[in-house]
């Protein structure tokens, strides 16, 4: 059973930079593809960027294209969010998630509890 904590969230002024980090326990990463996904109040979970196993290969929302940059750390077992030029839509709570093999925002094997973002105008 793999665990996902997520960290790295609080608030930040429209513009500014945060990076969240999801830590993994009772698995490896590199085993993983590994993403991230956001909700925002009332609205539906949205993926928002994920890395390939094996491949390295990145998937980006359009929304985050350009501004978050997903990256993963084997050694440490821990997968990274960059974002950069924050906007007040990017508000919410952001989770990670990991699935067994390649990337697809299927059938996800783990997924993290969250951390809030929030980002003021």
């Known amino acids: 059973q793999v665990q996902l904590v997520e960290s790295g969230g609080g608030l930040v002024q429209a513009g500014g930079s945060l990076r969240l980090s999801c830590a993994a326990s009772g698995g490896t990463v590199s085993n993983y593809a590994m993403g991230w996904f956001r909700q925002a109040p009332g609205k539906e979970r949205q993926f928002v960027a994920a890395i390939d196993r094996s491949s390295g290969v990145r998937y980006s929302a359009d929304s985050v294209m350009g501004r978050f940059t997903i990256s993963r750390d084997n050694a440490k077992n821990t997968v990274y969010l960059q974002m950069s030029s924050l906007k007040p839509e990017d508000t919410a709570v952001y989770y990670c998630?990991?699935?067994?093999?390649?990337?697809?925002?299927?059938?996800?094997?783990?997924w993290g509890k969250g951390t809030l973002v929030t980002v003021s105008s």
């Open positions: 998630a990991a699935r067994w093999g390649s990337w697809s925002m299927n059938g996800i094997d783990y």
